[in-house]
């Protein structure tokens, strides 16, 4: 009977510390690139994240905000431009687009409302961004604002900004 006792305690220790080992992999909040890819919007998006090298960037402690276009929103782009930006040489284009949808810091919307402001890109560049009739980024109305990611925050836009 203690050989038996014996066993299930030592089946029932390592169980547990697997469980344990995992734990932190199963609390962890998602990050900006995991919500876009397990979101059935953002296909585009994420493979254009993927193809400039920018998924470890927006992985990172961040905070960052990011203006997400959708699919809808890539595929309202003159025919073949989403193609030719993943041409492995145009990737320093495709970068200065993408970064051109990303700002330092977690901004959420209450901060944007009633505000005209301009404020730096991770490229470098300025967007307009006016929330006193709910929010638009340059041409860019916000249709989902605040997804909380654990290293910044996600705004759904509608179409795609261009430096």
């Known amino acids: 009977m203690n050989r038996r006792f014996a ?14 080992a995992c734990a932190p992999m199963m ?22 994240v993927t193809a400039a090298g920018l998924v470890d960037t927006l992985k990172g402690d961040g905070p960052f905000t990011v203006f997400a ?6 595929a309202a782009l003159p025919e ?3 193609e030719t930006l993943l041409m492995p040489e145009n990737i320093d284009q495709l970068t200065a687009i993408l970064t051109y949808h990303v700002v330092l810091g977690a901004v959420t919307s209450d901060q ?7 404020v730096a890109t991770v ?3 300025e967007v307009h961004i ?25 705004h759904v836009i509608d179409s795609v900004l261009l430096p």
Do not use: C, M, W, Y
Not at 7 to 20: E, M, Q, R, V
Not at 29 to 40: K, L, Q, R, Y
Not at 69 to 74: N, S, V
Not at 130 to 152: K, W
């Open 7 to 20: 066993i299930k305690s030592t089946i029932l220790a390592a169980g547990l510390a697997a469980a344990a």
């Open 27 to 48: 609390d962890k909040e998602p990050d900006i690139v995991d919500i876009a890819a397990s979101n059935g919007n953002f296909n585009t998006l994420v493979a254009a």
């Open 69 to 74: 276009p959708t699919d809808a929103a890539f």
């Open 80 to 82: 073949g431009t989403v």
């Open 112 to 118: 944007l409302a009633g505000q005209r402001l301009s």
């Open 123 to 125: 490229n470098g560049e």
């Open 130 to 154: 006016d929330g006193t009739d709910g929010v638009t980024v340059e041409n860019a109305t916000v249709t989902t604002a605040d997804i909380i990611a654990s290293n910044g925050v996600i």
